[in-house]
Nanobody, 120 residues
């Protein structure tokens, strides 16, 4: 059983940075999603067990996903944050192979989420 626990959310001003953490994860596909009020959830970054990463266009160049194999912890470093990045962020994990973890439609495991609020 995989239990995912996120931390690191908070409130920052536009241009600031935050680092999210998700403990208890080591699977083939691992990803960070976000969902803002009134919007559909969006996959923002994904990483495969071989370390290859992929990003949504909206965060490319600003966000970095990484995984610490020794600690079984997934990270999302978020820089140059914008008000439109405001959302509930949650990590997800799945053991199943997929040609694109970013576009994978279903993830078996998901955390409770951590709120990120960016003010202008």
């Amino acid at each position: 059983q995989v239990q995912l626990v996120e931390s690191g959310g908070g409130s920052v001003q536009s241009g600031g940075s935050l680092r999210l953490s998700c403990g208890g994860v080591k699977t083939y596909c691992m990803a960070w999603f976000r969902q803002a009020p009134g919007k559909e959830h969006e996959a923002v970054a994904a990483i495969q067990s071989d370390g290859s990463t992929s990003y949504a266009d909206s965060v490319k160049g600003r966000f970095t996903i990484s995984h610490d194999n020794a600690k079984n912890t997934l990270y999302l470093q978020m820089n140059s944050l914008k008000p439109e990045d405001t959302a509930m962020y949650y990590c997800a994990a799945d053991y199943g192979w997929n040609p694109s973890c970013l576009n994978k439609r279903t993830y078996t495991y998901r955390g409770q989420g951590t709120q990120v609020t960016v003010s202008s």
